[in-house]
Every structure is written in C-alpha cells, then in structure tokens.
C-alpha cells in the first residue's frame, strides 16, 4: 500500500501569503532608503559587465535565437524575451564579483531578484515606482530567508547558493510584481524551486558561474508568469519530506532549519543585512583585505617584507576561497583568497582595474599568494552564519614581529554599511566608459526617486543605451 506524502506547507505557505499581502506603507522607510541604493547598484554592476568577454558571448548567442524583444539588456542598446533579458541581466549584475552579498543567507539578492521583476514589469507595462520597490522588497526579504534556512553547509557541500537559493528571491520579487495572491505565489514558489541546480565547482576558472545568477533569475520568472496562468508547482517545495527542497539540498535533517523561513516576516528586514562590496572579488575575501589594510596603516610594510600570512576563519571561509591557489582564469583569482592578498599587496587595491587576463599568473602575485595560509579557527565558526566572514589576520615579517588584526564585517557591510554618495561613486565609475554622464544620472535619478514615478517605465527606458531623450 502506497502511503500518502506529507503535503504540509506551513512555512511555503506562510512565505506566500507574506509575499501576497505586502504593502509599501508596511515597509520602514530606512528599509525603502536602503533597497534604492541596493537597486542602483546592481545596475552599475550590471551596466560594468556589458564590456566583458562572458557577458557578450551569452549576449550574442541568445540574441541570434531570439525573434521576440520585449526586454531591454541594461547597458546596451539590445532587447530580449523576457525570459533571457532575465537570464543575460542576472549574469550582468554577477558578472565581475562587484553585486551585493547577504553574508548570513550566503546570496547575491539584487542579481537574481531584479532581472525577473523587471522582466515582469515589461512584460505588463503601468507598474508604479512603490509596487516596484514593495516587490523588490518582497524579493529581497525572502532568499536571505531560504539561506538562512540552509546554512553555510549548502555552500560547503559544494552548491552555489546563487544559482540554488536564488531561484526563490527571483519567483517572491516577479510574483509581487504580478501581484499574484497566495495560492499562486505557493505555485510560483514550487515551480521556481525545482529548477534549482548550480555547482560550485565553477569558481575555479568556468565563466558559467557568472551565469548562475542569471538562470535563477530566469527560473523565477518562469515559476511567476506560470503560476498566473494556472500552471501548479510542488506546494510544499520546502517541507517535502522526499525531494523537497531543504531534504534534498542538505546532507541531512538537522543540518536545516525550517523556522527560519518566516521567522520575523514583516518584522526583522533583512533588506537591511544586505552588504555592497568595494573590492572586485568574493565577499569572503574582504574583512581580510580590510583587516590588512589596518595592518598597513598602523606599520607599512613592502611585499618582500612578509614572511607569512596566516588568516584564521571559519569552515566556510576555508572551503569556499582558502584553496591553494592555481592560475586558472579572471573567475578563480578572484574567489581565491591568497591571490586576492596577493593583489592588494603588488597593486594597493582590489577593484576591477586589477583583474584581467593578463594578471591571472603575474609571477608576483602568485609568489605573494604562496605565502597566504588559510586555517579552520572553530571558535568562529562556532559563531554562526552571521560571523561567517569573520577572521583574525596574522601578518609575520621578516624582521621578526608579527602584526595582528580582527575584523568581523567588511566596509559597505550591514554594520559598516555605504554613504548615499559612496554607491552613487561606486555607480558611476562603473558605468563610466559605458554610458554618458547624462545617462547615468537618468538612472540614479529615477532609482533614487523610484517612489515618486507614476510608471517606472521611466526607468527601464533609462536602462536601455539611448533609451531616453
């Protein structure tokens, strides 16, 4: 006799009806500060990686198999189906390791929420700038959640919480924006869920993890504009006790948390522990860089000084950047964390002028990352997912003296987190040498003054190269 699955949904459900049933006045207003800048970010992100060899091969293919062009690629002058404006907007947006970076959930939320919502909009012209923010809000509150949930063991297992994790911050962001009722956003979340695949092993050199991003956003839009039309996914796409999604991207029961998922819904925003990085490289990488840097500033030192360098983090830490670090392409120096030590120390920063090619194996860099150690430090990992990029630098000199520095969150993070004018910097020297001053500022300000537009039609013209006149 066949016995009935477990079909309780509790905590899909209880992400639906959150999803559903949001409203912009419910939403702080330091929340809706905060998701503006996010936004303007993952353009400039986005509008930086039009230039870059992976994002024009993908640009290329897609756009020599497309007959339909609702969907602008931001950056550029090509439009798309919504379904790879989707897909080519995401790999945009994590093209370079520049995009934001929920520490705790492990996820990189602009660059899989807003292709899909923005798609969507396209799609059904008239949306307002505050139904635009209300479910881009919806979309980033609930990835961090399902990453949450996961812990920092779906990444050390070898998943890529992006292209994984993802999928569900792109179906909440696209279902808002439809404004599906709950019913639906279950179905969108169940559809969305069962696209969820990336492998982490394309760090090490593969261009398609810049791409991860990208196909979540994709899958989530195909779970929303499916689900509006009465296409059903798995109802309890996270309880499901066999092929749900927690029991089969986790190692085991107790290595996942469901409570997690609606837990402080509508009461804690973790739009708010959302950081943006200022260094062109893995958000694990950075408190180390940082914690350098102080190191430098309180004793300067050249890199023929440096005897060894010893960082103690957590597991995650260890498994996700700390390999020995083999030239493998622009991809794997950039998640590698001696090479990375390697770069701020020949070239005194780590931004997207330090990353090419061309430098992947510059023998200096490689001998400075031979002398960068990596260490499993359990205290910390101890600490939990939020302390997850937390490390303890030792610096030992030639001379004898060893040079110690702390540092648990990274400058531009939730507790350090950037000026209005230092994303509109960052913004703009991205989108330097791409778009004009004009064109930039048309972006900033109609994501800036998003809440003020009757149709953020405004903004998506603005996206596109010569879009507005």
């Given at each position: 006799m066949s016995v009935q699955p477990n079909i309780e949904n509790t905590q899909t459900r209880g992400i639906a009806e959150f999803v559903a049933g949001l409203r912009y006045e419910q939403i702080?207003?330091?929340v809706i500060a905060r998701i503006k800048l996010l936004i303007l970010d993952s353009f400039g992100c986005a509008i930086f990686g039009t230039r870059l060899a992976w994002s024009k091969i993908l640009l290329g293919t897609l756009a020599g198999l497309d007959t339909s062009k609702f969907c602008g690629v931001w950056g550029t002058r090509e439009r798309l189906s919504a379904p790879h404006a989707a897909l080519v907007n995401g790999t945009l947006v994590q093209s370079f390791e520049l995009d934001d970076?929920?520490?705790?959930?492990?996820?990189h939320v602009g660059a899989v929420t807003l292709p899909a919502l923005i798609a969507g909009a396209e799609m059904r012209p008239g949306m307002s700038g505050r139904d635009f923010l209300r479910a881009a809000v919806a979309g980033y509150e609930i990835g961090p959640r399902v990453g949450l949930c996961m812990g920092p063991e779906h990444i050390g297992q070898g998943w890529h919480s992006g292209a994984t994790v993802g999928v569900f911050s792109?179906?909440?962001?696209a279902a808002a924006g439809l404004k599906l009722d709950a019913g639906k956003v279950v179905h969108a979340l169940g559809i969305a869920g069962t696209q969820s695949s990336g492998l982490m092993a394309a760090q090490y050199g593969a261009m398609v993890k810049r791409m991860h991003a990208g196909r979540s956003s994709q899958s989530g839009l195909y779970g929303a504009v499916?689900?509006?039309?009465?296409?059903?996914?798995?109802?309890?796409?996270?309880?499901?006790e066999y092929g749900g999604f927690c029991t089969t991207f986790s190692r085991s029961q107790d290595r996942f948390r469901?409570?997690?998922?609606?837990?402080?819904?509508?009461?804690?925003w973790e739009t708010m522990g959302i950081a943006l990085k200022f260094y062109s490289c893995v958000g694990s990488n950075h408190t180390t860089l940082d914690a350098i840097r102080i190191i430098q500033a309180r004793r300067p030192f050249k890199p023929d000084e440096i005897k060894q360098i010893v960082v103690h983090g957590s597991h995650a830490t260890v498994e996700h950047v700390g390999w020995p670090y083999v030239p493998q392409g622009v991809v794997s120096a950039q998640m590698n964390l001696p090479f990375c030590v390697g770069t701020l120390l020949t070239e005194g920063d780590v931004f997207v002028d330090q990353f090419s090619e061309d430098v992947v194996a510059d023998p200096r860099r490689v001998a400075l990352a031979g002398k960068v150690t990596v260490v499993h430090d359990p205290a910390i990992t101890a600490l939990g997912a939020?302390?997850?990029h937390k490390v303890r630098v030792e610096v030992q000199l030639t001379d004898g003296a060893k040079h110690e520095e702390t540092v648990e969150a990274p400058r531009g993070s939730e507790q350090k987190f950037a000026s209005e004018s230092d994303v509109v910097d960052k913004f703009r020297k991205l989108t330097r040498g791409v778009l004009t001053a004009e064109q930039a500022g048309q972006i900033e300000a109609a994501v800036l003054g998003c809440d003020k537009l009757d149709d953020i039609g405004a903004l998506t013209k603005a996206l596109v190269v010569g879009g507005l006149r």
């Amino acid at each position: 006799m066949s016995v009935q699955p477990n079909i309780e949904n509790t905590q899909t459900r209880g992400i639906a009806e959150f999803v559903a049933g949001l409203r912009y006045e419910q939403i702080p207003p330091e929340v809706i500060a905060r998701i503006k800048l996010l936004i303007l970010d993952s353009f400039g992100c986005a509008i930086f990686g039009t230039r870059l060899a992976w994002s024009k091969i993908l640009l290329g293919t897609l756009a020599g198999l497309d007959t339909s062009k609702f969907c602008g690629v931001w950056g550029t002058r090509e439009r798309l189906s919504a379904p790879h404006a989707a897909l080519v907007n995401g790999t945009l947006v994590q093209s370079f390791e520049l995009d934001d970076v929920h520490r705790a959930g492990v996820l990189h939320v602009g660059a899989v929420t807003l292709p899909a919502l923005i798609a969507g909009a396209e799609m059904r012209p008239g949306m307002s700038g505050r139904d635009f923010l209300r479910a881009a809000v919806a979309g980033y509150e609930i990835g961090p959640r399902v990453g949450l949930c996961m812990g920092p063991e779906h990444i050390g297992q070898g998943w890529h919480s992006g292209a994984t994790v993802g999928v569900f911050s792109a179906a909440a962001g696209a279902a808002a924006g439809l404004k599906l009722d709950a019913g639906k956003v279950v179905h969108a979340l169940g559809i969305a869920g069962t696209q969820s695949s990336g492998l982490m092993a394309a760090q090490y050199g593969a261009m398609v993890k810049r791409m991860h991003a990208g196909r979540s956003s994709q899958s989530g839009l195909y779970g929303a504009v499916l689900a509006e039309q009465g296409f059903t996914g798995i109802v309890n796409v996270f309880e499901s006790e066999y092929g749900g999604f927690c029991t089969t991207f986790s190692r085991s029961q107790d290595r996942f948390r469901l409570a997690e998922l609606t837990s402080g819904l509508g009461e804690r925003w973790e739009t708010m522990g959302i950081a943006l990085k200022f260094y062109s490289c893995v958000g694990s990488n950075h408190t180390t860089l940082d914690a350098i840097r102080i190191i430098q500033a309180r004793r300067p030192f050249k890199p023929d000084e440096i005897k060894q360098i010893v960082v103690h983090g957590s597991h995650a830490t260890v498994e996700h950047v700390g390999w020995p670090y083999v030239p493998q392409g622009v991809v794997s120096a950039q998640m590698n964390l001696p090479f990375c030590v390697g770069t701020l120390l020949t070239e005194g920063d780590v931004f997207v002028d330090q990353f090419s090619e061309d430098v992947v194996a510059d023998p200096r860099r490689v001998a400075l990352a031979g002398k960068v150690t990596v260490v499993h430090d359990p205290a910390i990992t101890a600490l939990g997912a939020r302390f997850r990029h937390k490390v303890r630098v030792e610096v030992q000199l030639t001379d004898g003296a060893k040079h110690e520095e702390t540092v648990e969150a990274p400058r531009g993070s939730e507790q350090k987190f950037a000026s209005e004018s230092d994303v509109v910097d960052k913004f703009r020297k991205l989108t330097r040498g791409v778009l004009t001053a004009e064109q930039a500022g048309q972006i900033e300000a109609a994501v800036l003054g998003c809440d003020k537009l009757d149709d953020i039609g405004a903004l998506t013209k603005a996206l596109v190269v010569g879009g507005l006149r």
